[in-house]
């Protein structure tokens, strides 16, 4: 599924670079990760990167806590 339309990228990359160690969670830093670099033009994705890295977050801190 594409997440975003302007620089197209997919819920894979977007995941993959979820799980990169060396992309910080800040929804600016996951956008130039999946795209190499550019910056958002319409901004509609970015509510879905940023419930994106919500879950991933409370997925990591549920794991370390077990
Ligand atoms: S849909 Fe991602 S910037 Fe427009």
Redesign the pocket.
Request: proline residues 10%; aromatic residues 0%.
């Given at each position: 599924m594409y997440i975003?339309?302007?620089?197209p990228f997919t819920d894979k990359e977007l995941d993959s670079a979820l799980k990169n160690d060396n992309v910080r969670k800040r929804p600016s830093d996951i956008y130039k990760a999946c795209t190499g670099g550019e910056k958002?033009?319409?901004?509609?994705?970015i509510c879905e990167i940023r419930d994106r890295i919500c879950a991933h977050n409370e997925e990591t801190f549920l794991l370390a806590a077990e």
């Open positions: 975003c339309m302007c620089n958002p033009c319409c901004g509609t994705c």
